[in-house]
């Protein structure tokens, strides 16, 4: 073979596994790979008429339960949908056209259900709750209820006249989906069984992002990652029930990490009586009031990494009263503070950049302009333990403060770098008046207290 014949064949080679590989970049829609679906059934085979004005609801329950029976997915051309009160069965699998599958919710009921089945999956399907009342039996527009295993993924789910999604007691995966406009949670899990929620946007809810709730404190292990949420409101009121972006509630062994977390009436992030939480490397923008909280009644918190730019106050680990302790603090960015918060503080103020009671390492943090303190130490006779190293406090008002009550534990203070102040270095207080001079030369007579090495300039 000459040499400019075997060239030539080899750039046909080239070219047609260029050509193969765009064939298969173009049988994909979205996520959802279109080769994936081969052997799955079509639902117009089955009976439904995409953007039909009539309700569809009997003939694609009938078509989920056959595809099911059959053991293949059921896949839903584009188009819009009229349904309601479909339940998923075990095995059940729904495949749409990513942004172009519609199902519309019509009322009295429920959309999807699913309760004690081992594995479902919805993909590519637009979810529209069309903002219609759903039944006093279920909390939100998808339900499912002791499912082993099920996926979410590439979903869009909006107009929710209660929660989005609501989990009981289950396990799977949440991933890629945008979810909006639920009148409660975006998400709402309650005793999780191992669940994954990943890189999802939740935004414009009413009362939450991601919840992840216990009815009683125990193993969860739900793992919330890369996730947008943005734009939460507090519309059934309260003092922190309602209004936080991710909000952990009795559940223990959470990790929350590298999410995007904005505009949020009350907490970015919320942990209450959460034990062994991991709360790391989170961007938290514009909280109406703590940034991010680990409080009430938990052991065991790690705060590390975050970055909090503008709250009413940046981290609290707080209420020893109630047995929060064990945590660390660590390598955190917190500025930008203000000391209005959505509610009159009639325990301490807001305008804080970090809180800490008790067992906790408050080390290598950077804040900037907190305007009441940079780092508080206790509350009245609730502080133990606590080591303050190594953290940059500037531009704010007090640079630490701690507490000197009667009962109070001890506390060491050393290697801070305390700049550009507005009133003292550090300073004792007694619940919330200053009963102190300058401590930055000494804990001078209060014994519990050693403080040495802090530089104020």
Known sequence: MKRREFLAGMTGIV???????????????????????????????????????????????????????????????????????????????????????????????????????????????????????????????????????????????????????????????ITRNDISGASDAGIRSIEARGLTIRDNQVRDCGNGGILIHRWAA????????????????????????????????????????????????????????????????????????????????????????????????????????????????ANNIVRNITTKGPYINDVASFGYGIWAEAETNVIGNVIENAPWVGIGLGWGPYLRNVLVSNNIIRQSGTGVIVTVVEGAGPALITGNMLQELSKEGIVGYRWNDKATRDLVAGNRGWHHLTINGNQVS
Not at 25 to 39: F, K, V, Y
Not at 41 to 52: C, K, M, N
Not at 141 to 146: G, K, R, W, Y
């Open 15 to 173: 070219a047609g596994a260029t050509l193969a590989g765009a064939n298969d970049a173009n049988a994909s829609t979205g996520n959802t790979q279109i080769a994936g679906l081969r052997g799955s059934i079509e639902g117009a085979d089955l009976g439904l008429r995409p953007s039909a004005d009539d309700d569809q609801s009997r003939v694609l329950q009938r078509a989920i339960d056959d595809a099911t029976k059959r053991g293949k997915p059921l896949f839903l051309t584009a188009g819009t949908y009229q349904v309601s009160n479909l339940k998923l069965p075990d095995g059940a699998r729904l495949v749409g056209v990513p942004g172009r599958t519609r199902l519309v919710y019509r009322g009295e009921g429920h959309l999807f259900f699913a309760e004690n089945v081992a594995h479902i999956g919805l993909e590519g399907l637009m979810l529209d709750g069309a903002n219609q009342p759903l039944g006093d039996y279920t909390p939100g527009l998808l339900h499912f209820n002791e499912v082993a295993d099920f996926t979410i993924t590439d979903c869009i789910v909006s107009g929710s006249s209660k929660s989005g999604l609501a989990i009981d007691r289950s396990s799977g995966h």
């Open 218 to 329: 125990g193993e969860d292990g739900t793992i919330v990652s890369g996730n947008r949420v943005k734009n939460i409101f507090s519309l059934a009121g309260g003092t922190g029930q309602n209004g936080n972006g991710i909000n952990v509630f009795r559940a223990h062994n959470v990790v929350i990490t590298d999410n995007h977390v904005s505009d949020c009436a009350f907490s970015a992030i919320r942990s209450n009586a959460g034990s062994n939480v991991q709360i790391s490397n989170n961007t938290c923008l514009r909280s109406g009031e703590v940034g991010i909280y680990s409080e009430f009644g938990f052991e065991g918190a790690v705060v590390t990494g975050n970055l909090v730019d503008g709250a009413a106050a940046g981290i609290s680990i707080a209420n020893f009263n109630e047995g929060g302790r064990l945590a660390i603090c």
